[in-house]
């Protein structure tokens, strides 16, 4: 069965200093992989997305994640934090489609002044 | 530009109650969703639709039912509602199943 997990449940960074976020998975199957921010009282939004190719992904907001097939993993990686990307994160796999994400528990990174 | 609307977006039921959570998409999208959120986990999927008059469970399905007679609803229904099913629902939908979804802004359920 797959399964994600996302090793640290909160982050806490100050404003303009790097962070990542980890999240290993653990799948039989190839799989998409995909990220998703949560701002408080809102839906998830769609971060960024592996499907193939280049194993760096790379969103607009300056954020961007290495699919590291050996390790299993899929870390969200940005050189340096906003007050403004402080939100739930989730990291989520999709074993052949989009259609039945797997997600796991979140990472709440709060930027601090 | 409304996307995913799902109402209400707070409710507060007694055990036993009924209650329809709605969820409707302008998009055109023939994938329709719903999740659960619970504290400190992530969302799990309760039922999902490919298309019209087409449903299927997800991994949570127990205690709720869903209907799709058209391409933009998706209602989710808890019959007889129970404690555990406090959370928080989220419904979101694609063009198909090789496409990212689009969320609503989540239903808060509560029952006492």
């Known amino acids: 069965a797959q399964s994600v997990t996302q090793l640290d449940s909160q982050v806490p960074v100050f404003e303009e200093a790097p962070v990542e976020l980890r999240c290993n998975y653990s799948s039989s199957v190839s799989v998409y992989l995909f990220w998703y921010v949560q701002y408080p009282n809102q839906g998830l939004q769609l971060l960024l997305k592996?499907?193939?190719?280049?194993?760096l992904v790379e969103s607009i907001n300056g954020f961007e994640a290495e699919f590291n097939k050996s390790q299993t993993s899929f870390h969200l990686r940005k050189p340096s934090v906003h007050i403004s990307d402080t939100a739930e994160y989730f990291c989520?796999?999709?074993?052949?489609?989009?259609?039945?994400?797997?997600f796991g528990a979140g990472t709440r990174l709060a930027v601090h002044p | 530009n409304a996307g995913v609307t799902q109402t209400p977006k707070f409710r507060i039921l007694k055990i036993g109650q009924s209650m329809t959570l709605q969820c409707a998409q302008d998009m055109n999208h023939n994938y329709m969703y719903w999740y659960r959120q619970d504290p400190g986990m992530g969302l799990k999927l309760i039922y999902y639709s490919v298309g019209a008059g087409i449903t299927d469970k997800g991994e949570v399905p127990n205690g709720y039912n869903v209907s799709r007679s058209t391409t933009e609803d998706f209602p989710l229904r808890l019959e007889l509602a129970a404690p555990s099913q406090t959370s928080v629902y989220f419904c979101a939908s694609s063009f198909t199943g090789d496409q990212p979804q689009h969320f609503g802004d989540g239903t808060r359920l509560s029952i006492l």
């Open positions: 989520a796999v999709a074993p052949g489609g989009y259609n039945k994400l797997i």
């Open positions: 592996y499907l193939s190719g280049s194993t």
